[in-house]
């Protein structure tokens, strides 16, 4: 329970560090994910200028055929590299964001739980029971929240191991 204002500025500067610290990790996140454009763009304009230095370079026009059905062939391996490390940069970020905010979530209610325990020791007399339904609801939220994390955890371990396996079935194929 905050009891003076020296707590109330420590708790605001405490919120101001985490939000800080989340806002710092999502743009660690987005400067990954651009660096990562970056270099699939690099990739590409120099994979571009070896193809044309190379058609250009044909000698005879069954050459050049033979170039052009060369390179309009789809390249899923690139598309699912470029996939696999977007998914992986994506999930990092979220899984980092995701822990603060649960850090938070619980910093959040033990601060709760101790001001209703504080509140109910000068509570007048005949609040008992109020009280009593007031921790117990409490109690149900955290329980509930507690089962609705761990189910989103399980769906995002699922939908995880079916991308990793995605992404390995066209590596079979090709090889």
């Not at 059905?69 to 391996?77: F, G, I, L, S, V």
């Not at 509930?144 to 994390?149: D, F, G, K, P, R």
């Amino acid at each position: 329970m905050i009891k003076n204002t020296d707590e109330l500025i420590k708790l605001h500067a405490e919120n101001v560090k985490a939000t800080s610290a989340a806002a710092a990790r999502a743009l660690e996140g987005f400067e990954k994910l651009a660096e990562l454009n970056m270099q699939a763009a690099r990739s590409t304009i120099e994979e571009a200028s070896e193809r044309i230095k190379a058609m250009l370079g044909a000698k005879d026009p069954k050459a050049l055929g033979e170039l052009v059905a060369e390179y309009a062939k789809p390249a899923p391996e690139a598309a699912t590299s470029y996939a696999k490390n977007v998914y992986e940069i994506s999930s990092k970020t979220a899984a980092d964001l995701t822990s603060m905010v649960e850090k938070q979530i619980a910093d959040a209610n033990k601060q709760l739980f101790a001001t209703v325990d504080e509140m109910s020791k000068s509570a007048p007399a005949g609040s008992e029971s109020a009280i009593s339904f007031l921790k117990q609801s409490l109690t149900a939220a955290s329980s509930a929240y507690e089962q609705v994390n761990k189910a989103n955890k399980q769906i995002f371990d699922m939908v995880e191991s079916n991308f990793a396996a995605a992404t390995k079935a066209p590596a079979k194929k090709a090889a």
